[in-house]
């Protein structure tokens, strides 16, 4: 159990356009879902915070009307790269925990590339 | 702010000999640790954690890693390498009593495995 998809894997957009990348739990319900960013070779960097039906928190830095994130339900979770530049390029990965303190499961992360 | 440090960006071992991993934490309470390994191009899988119960925590693949509060160290070990660990690897934390709060990622650590 505690599966994580996300839909695309990889996604090449030319710059100016918008992405979608959603993230679902496919066997459990997750009140809360993680968007991490990965850079080549670093580590993962926390983006936002969604819990269902709320809004979402971002971490210091990131746009919030770049980055638009939706929890519409305890299984989705999108992330929305509003008029994209080649800078947004990079490794982003969803996590989602079903309760909080317990285990984050990671889903196999979408590789956008913008040019 | 809590912190997470791995001591080597990149570990090399020969096929059979012993894996050390090192993570040290920084956190006024016992935090929650992790240890992820990722694969290239993929999203992470949990190899083990730490949740204040036992202290030496066995997880999967052959990995354990112990709990050292006088240390505040978190360190992974495999008693034989395979060809098949050579991954990255991260440590991280969280901090119990928080709702939904995110995890907090080492640097990595990229272990190559030499036959």
């Known amino acids: 159990g505690a599966v994580v998809s996300q839909h695309p894997s990889r996604v090449i957009c030319k710059s100016g356009t918008s992405v979608k990348i959603e993230c679902r739990s496919l066997?459990?319900?997750?009140?809360?879902m993680f968007w991490y960013r990965q850079f080549p070779k670093q580590s993962l960097m926390l983006m936002a915070t969604?819990?269902?039906?709320?809004?979402?928190?971002?971490e210091q830095g990131v746009e919030k009307d770049k980055f638009l994130i939706n929890h519409a339900s305890l299984t989705l979770s999108t992330l929305t790269v509003t008029s994209a530049h080649p800078e947004d390029s990079s490794f982003y990965i969803c996590?989602?925990?079903?309760?909080?303190?317990?285990?984050?499961?990671f889903g196999p992360g979408t590789r956008l590339l913008v040019l | 702010a809590q912190s997470v440090t791995q001591l080597g960006s990149h570990v090399s071992v020969s096929e059979g000999a012993l894996v050390l991993l090192r993570c040290n934490y920084s956190?006024?309470?016992?935090?929650?640790l992790f240890w992820y390994v990722q694969y290239p191009n993929q999203g992470l899988q949990l190899l083990l954690k730490y949740t204040s119960a036992a202290t030496l925590v066995k997880g999967i693949n052959g990995f354990e890693a112990e709990f050292k509060k006088s240390e505040t160290s978190f360190h992974l070990t495999k008693p034989s390498a395979h060809m098949s660990d050579a991954a990255e690897y991260f440590c991280?934390?969280?901090?119990?009593?928080?709702?939904?709060?995110?995890?907090?990622f080492g640097k990595g650590t990229t272990l190559s495995v030499s036959s």
């Open positions: 991280a934390v969280s901090e119990p009593g928080q709702a939904g709060t995110a995890l907090i």
């Open positions: 996590s989602a925990q079903r309760r909080a303190r317990e285990t984050q499961y």
């Open positions: 066997d459990f319900q997750a009140t809360t």
């Open positions: 969604s819990n269902e039906g709320s809004k979402a928190t971002y």
């Open positions: 956190s006024s309470v016992p935090p929650y």
